[in-house]
């Protein structure tokens, strides 16, 4: 059985919500400190981003805009691998 795509799934970790989103992982995760969210559900320890609630989140003005990567910064070949897996 295929490992699920990002696309698929509902809930993500916040590391694959940073990548898919195409979010900063350390100005995301300085988000999720701030307290709990409406985008978040917690496992036990572990914090899961709900994918629609969080796609609801980001449409918020300037909200996107806050959390983007700059993309100047950043090893091209490093993203291309983290996109693969």
């Known amino acids: 059985m295929a ?3 990002l696309a698929d799934k509902d809930f993500l970790t916040p590391t694959e919500a940073a990548v898919f989103f195409k979010l900063s ?3 995301f995760y300085k988000l999720l400190e701030e307290g709990p969210h409406n ?3 917690m496992y036990g320890e ?3 981003i709900i994918k629609n ?3 609801n989140y980001l449409a918020q003005p ?3 805009e806050a ?3 700059d993309e100047r910064h950043i090893n ?3 993203l291309k691998t983290q996109n693969l897996a």
């Open 3 to 5: 490992k699920p795509t």
């Open 25 to 27: 992982r350390r100005k």
């Open 39 to 41: 985008f978040m559900a």
């Open 46 to 48: 572990r914090k899961l």
């Open 53 to 55: 609630d969080f796609i």
């Open 62 to 64: 300037g909200v996107k």
């Open 67 to 69: 959390l983007a990567r």
């Open 76 to 78: 091209k070949k490093r």
